[in-house]
């Protein structure tokens, strides 16, 4: 029940204090958080627990909401189990946060309360309607009690919120030059040395071959274990089948009506007819008609026992009468069959022994290539130059900004890469060598781009509240994220989601 208090998430700043009434009681000192018996409570969060008519309640706002913004598409039941996920997260941080206004030094006042009271029920004499007041919180709560608890949590979290956002914000000169750097783009170049291929023309001798087994046999012995499935395959049957679907209680008509749509796809393909075009006509498996009812080679196991049966027992373009399974009935033909095949590690020593010494060399190489181009550069080349020199293939980009992945068409995922491209100027290299995946490649930009004024302008003030708005979350998860880790520790927090499960 804690996953997902475990796990970080995007702050919003109404799942943290959404539901916060307009109205508070001023008939209740403030005083120390409740406490209520945890047999009672559906969460818990240190001093604060919220029963099983706490948490309807505030379930209740949430499926409001819900229902507010989806309209027509609505579905309680659906979404039954995230509504009450939701609610006790919404419960928890609310909770978490009011205590981090309480170690902050915050507190709530009897004449903060009390200004929130009146407007909602001062009589027209300015004073509170107490006998109005109380109907109302017992009605909705229960109790005064409860109702005040519930009011001095939420004014915590307020208070804790407001520092928090005074604490996020961010100036437009600095919500400008973040705009600008996330629309600035660079084309660059850059010579890639593939460390999976082998050097053009190499050759490995048995010599290095009997070596390599003699000294580092159990490299090879674990790519072997590695590669088991590779090497220990069983029986495998690729087949076609047009499929005719029937429950399998479906009624006796049913089951003959689908029997006999099986049998004329089956004197169709008797007939000469092509299996693709049949299937594609009368088969009701989406996911094979397309390809022509071709379901690609299989295992025992993987298909019905029925089905499994009839296309282990079949000769390569046999077709028999038609099979039935849970899914209905089939009309099978088989393509194609592999028998079992065990090739043993004595079997293949010899190939695995090539693959890692060529492997190793085609590292080599590529590092060396690699560093004499970084030489060249210290010696003020341009990479290139160096990379034309070493008659290496220079690939060109097209305009790339930055991105998270770092992804440059025709390298791969290269962040460190592209975050070096965007210090450089134009026409300037970098001598450090970079490895993406078995590749190695240095980098070269060609040209710089700033965005204009027209591209920046119009995006400035949506930049700065939304990188306000991922402070505000950052700072909420810093502070959230302790007092959940120290609560947890101490077993004190907790949501008991089967306590509501009767309700």
Same mark, same amino acid.
């Given at each position: ?14 799942? #943290? ?31 604060? @627990?919220?029963? #099983?008519? %706490? ?5 209740? /706002?949430?499926? %409001?909401?819900?229902? /507010? ?95 928090? %956002? ?17 629309? $600035? ?50 029986? /495998? ?11 399998? +209680?479906?009624?006796? &008509?049913?089951?003959? $009506? ?67 399974? +849970? ?15 065990? =090739?043993?590690?004595?079997?293949? =020593?010899?190939?695995?022994?090539? $693959? ?20 060249? !550069? ?46 450089? &100027? ?9 490895? !993406? ?6 980098? @070269? ?6 965005? @204009? ?14 990188? %306000? @708005? =991922? ?33």
């Amino acid at each position: 029940m804690l996953r997902f208090l475990r796990r970080g998430q995007r702050w919003l700043t109404a799942v #943290i204090v959404v539901g916060v009434g307009a109205v508070f009681a001023v008939f209740i000192g403030v005083g120390a958080p409740l406490q209520m018996g945890r047999g009672s409570a559906v969460v818990g969060v240190g001093p604060y @627990q919220f029963g #099983i008519s %706490e948490f309807d309640r505030e379930r209740k /706002q949430r499926e %409001e909401q819900y229902r /507010q913004a989806l309209g027509d598409q609505f579905d309680e039941k659906a979404l039954s189990e995230s509504l009450d996920m939701l609610t006790a997260q919404v419960l928890s941080n609310r909770a978490l946060l009011a205590l981090e206004a309480e170690r902050l030094g915050l507190t709530v006042a009897k004449p903060e309360i009390e200004r929130a009271l009146r407007p909602s029920f001062a009589g027209e004499d300015g004073r509170v309607d107490r006998a109005a007041f109380r109907d109302w919180v017992h009605w909705e709560y229960g109790s005064e009690k409860t109702f005040m608890r519930d009011q001095r949590l939420e004014m915590l979290a307020r208070k804790a919120l407001r520092i928090a %956002e005074a604490q996020s914000h961010v100036s437009e000169a600095a919500a400008r030059d973040a705009v600008v750097r996330r629309l $600035e783009s660079v084309r660059i170049a850059f010579p890639v040395l593939d460390g999976g291929k082998p050097p053009s023309g190499t050759e490995l001798s048995a010599l290095q071959v009997t070596e390599f087994l003699a000294t580092r046999d159990a490299e090879s012995r674990q790519l072997y274990d590695d590669r088991k499935d590779h090497y220990d395959v069983p029986e /495998q049957v690729r087949a076609r089948h047009v499929l005719i679907q029937v429950a399998p +209680d479906a009624p006796p &008509e049913a089951v003959a $009506e689908a029997e006999k749509e099986a049998r004329a796809a089956l004197e169709r393909l008797r007939a000469g007819e092509d299996f693709a075009k049949v299937a594609a006509e009368t088969s009701d498996d989406a996911g094979s008609k397309a390809d022509g009812g071709d379901l690609g080679f299989f295992r025992r196991g993987q298909m019905r026992k029925p089905f499994e049966d009839a296309a282990f027992s079949r000769a390569p373009g046999e077709l028999g009468e038609p099979v039935r399974s +849970d899914f209905g009935f089939h009309v099978i033909r088989v393509e194609e069959k592999r028998s079992a095949q065990l =090739r043993s590690y004595e079997e293949v =020593r010899e190939e695995l022994a090539r $693959e890692i010494l060529t492997r190793e060399m085609g590292r080599t190489a590529a590092r060396l290539g690699a560093e004499q181009l970084a030489l060249a !550069v210290r010696g003020g080349k341009s990479v290139e130059d160096a990379a034309r020199e070493a008659g290496l293939t220079l690939e060109r980009s097209g305009w790339l900004r930055r991105r998270p992945d770092g992804y440059v068409a025709g390298l791969g995922a290269a962040p460190d890469l592209l975050a070096v491209a965007f210090t450089l &100027e134009p026409g300037k290299s970098s001598d450090r060598i970079f490895e !993406v995946g078995e590749k190695l490649a240095l980098v @070269q930009v060609l040209e710089r781009r700033e965005p @204009q004024p027209e591209e920046v302008d119009p995006v400035v003030e949506a930049e700065r509240r939304s990188l %306000e @708005q =991922r402070k505000l979350d950052s700072q909420l998860e810093s502070w959230l994220g302790a007092r959940r880790a120290e609560l947890l520790d101490s077993k004190a927090l907790f949501v008991d989601l089967d306590a509501i499960a009767g309700r």
